[in-house]
């Protein structure tokens, strides 16, 4: 079965979840002019302007698609996105250098030096809340280059000890156990990371923390602590694992599929190894919970689940924007945009791009929080 059906049948099952318990959400009514119940832009909702964001590139094809499909109902609005990566894009966006950011982790709310994260959006939305608006679930797929392996699998603690350093080659005890049929080279284990701050690594990290039995050392943050060459962005770290035998990553499953790298099934600790599928990462969005209140949706992730054909290593990415604060004309760009993204039509777009759509109970409380922006 192609991946692209996969992606088919497997987007049922994600879109079927109605298993996020978020909190009811309160927002404005919703203004004359905004986005249809349904959040699909139409004519009549197309305001006129240019609109520029930046930060996560786990969502690069994501948001391109978007906004090709956008700009054809709504011909007049340029929007800009610049995947720099979701520190960057958070930094920008705290700096008004940027309308809105995405980010694949929440805006932190502990200070490290000087303000926190979210401290420091909310002086730049003239002292009133930014939120956190889950649009993009991008599985992570530990992608790899090794000839003649055409099937890998990999727990978290083996993970954790390969991108740790402590397990180095390819045909190592702990890999041997994994794949006891499998012909594996007895040349070192070439790790590549990201270089930049990545929200992709803050949530690989997680994984690895959670379900690497104290394998791995580090705390998750965007920046990697392990071991490796760095590349920049996700594309750096596809591009090296492709030209790069025997060599292994972490990178969004859209990035690894289009370079066509394998992908390792993870054992979760279920008795089954679980392949990549939108179904399974569907599985794992089942654990989630908001810990966001209000119209701020962000989440917290269960990277230790154990459930049967739940595939743990996932990430959603966030538009960060301001509840208010913007010029009128800011605000009703941003608005029309994310508006549409968040519609029935902007997420069906996704699936064909190995990412996964939004559940529709999810997706209308995204849209509620967009619809509070003023």
Known sequence: MSVNRLLRVGSVAVASLGVLALSACGSDPEPSGSSSPEGSASTAD???????????????????????????????????????????????FNAA??????????????????????????????????????????????AYNVDGLDKLVLDGATAAKIFQG??????????????????????????????????????????????????????????WTGTGSGKEKSAGVAEGVKSSKNSITYVEWSYAVDNKLGVAQVDNGSGTPV??????????????????????????????????????????TYEIACSKGLPAEKTALVKSFLSYFASTDGQAS????NYAPLPDEVRTKVDAAIQSIS
């Open 166 to 223: 402590t397990v180095k080659t390819w045909n190592a005890p702990e890999i041997k156990k994994l794949n006891p049929d499998a012909t594996l080279p007895s040349a070192p284990i070439s790790v590549f990371f990201r270089s930049d701050e990545s929200g992709t690594t803050e949530n690989f990290t997680k994984y690895l923390a959670a379900a690497g039995g104290g394998a791995w050392t580090g705390k998750p943050a965007k920046k």
């Open 275 to 316: 392949e990549l599928t939108a179904e399974s990462a569907g599985k794992a969005l089942a654990a989630a919970k908001v810990t966001g209140t209000g119209n701020d949706l962000s989440m917290t992730l269960d990277y230790g689940t154990k459930e049967a054909g739940a595939y743990p290593i996932i990430l959603v």
């Open 350 to 353: 996704l699936t064909e791009l």
């Open 46 to 92: 197309c305001p006129q302007g240019t609109l520029n964001a930046e930060g996560s590139s786990a969502q690069k094809n994501a948001i391109e698609e978007v906004i090709a499909k956008y700009n054809e109902k709504c011909a007049d609005v340029t929007v800009n996105y610049n995947p720099t990566g979701s520190g960057a894009g958070i930094k920008q």
């Open 97 to 142: 250098q940027v309308d809105f950011a995405g980010s694949d982790s929440a805006l932190k709310t502990e200070a490290a030096d000087g303000d926190s994260e979210a401290a420091a959006a909310a002086k730049r939305c003239q002292n009133n809340a930014a939120l956190n608006l889950p649009m993009v679930i991008g599985p992570v797929a530990i």
